[in-house]
């Protein structure tokens, strides 16, 4: 069986699916395996979100082709299990701190750690730095348990909602809408008034004018 670099299959006929970030799509896909894409799409979101803006032309995804920087072995893009992403803004052999701030690397690493080593990133080569570029780095089975890892990582940073507080919440908030519109009422209803006497007031002077009027015709 041939495989790429990480030792997975590999196939010029490879099945693939789609995967699109923020409308920027990773031409012509990623190999067409759950939890590859969910790894894969997991890093390009939050890279988008954390790094930089993903930008199009510029992100890549399976190419069966030889590793540019080790033509002995496939490129895991032969092999569905890559992306690059803002290729021209990071290119092959530049070093990472030239187009990347400490911060952004910052970012990178952090994403990196919440996808409990199951990516690596070319930004990290010791070789051919090749920033733009980050691969699944573990097997199959592996990948499995992380991805499991991940959800449980995810169910666990989303709170449950409890219906009591939130009843409590919403009648709060409910509340607080009904003495500012009551409040609001009041003024314009005061306003109404103000305008009313000033509409009085108005008449009552054209009246003086004119009896005053009269009196200096008699």
């Not at 490879?14 to 894409?37: M, Q, Y």
């Not at 790894?39 to 590793?67: H, I, M």
């Not at 070319?122 to 980050?134: I, K, L, N, P, W």
Request: glycine fraction near 6%; include cysteine; aromatic fraction near 6%.
């Amino acid at each position: 069986m041939t495989t790429s670099q990480n030792g997975w299959s590999a196939s010029p006929s490879l099945k693939l699916r789609k995967l699109t970030v923020n409308d920027v799509s990773f031409a012509p896909g990623i190999r067409d395996d759950d939890d590859v894409a969910f790894v894969l799409t997991y890093f390009a979101e939050q890279y988008a979100a954390r790094v930089e803006p993903l930008k199009n032309p510029g992100c890549w995804g399976f190419s069966y082709r030889a590793d540019k920087n080790q033509a002995s072995d496939l490129s895991n893009h032969a092999s569905g299990t890559a992306i690059d992403l803002n290729a021209p803004a990071h290119p092959n052999g530049v070093a990472t701190s030239k187009t990347f701030t400490a911060a952004q690397v910052s970012a990178v690493h952090k994403i990196l750690a919440e996808c409990h080593g199951a990516l690596r990133w070319g930004g990290d080569y010791t070789h051919t730095v090749d920033a733009m570029h980050v691969e699944v780095n573990v097997s199959p089975a592996r990948l499995k348990e992380i991805v499991a890892l991940m959800k449980s990582d995810a169910r666990k940073t989303t709170k449950p909602v409890d219906p009591v507080a939130a009843a409590k919440k919403a009648n709060k908030a409910a509340q607080v809408q009904i003495k500012a519109d009551k409040k609001q009422a009041k003024k314009k209803g005061q306003a109404v008034r103000f305008q009313r006497l000033s509409s009085a007031l108005t008449s009552a002077r054209a009246a003086m004018k004119s009896l005053k009027q009269i009196g200096a015709k008699k």
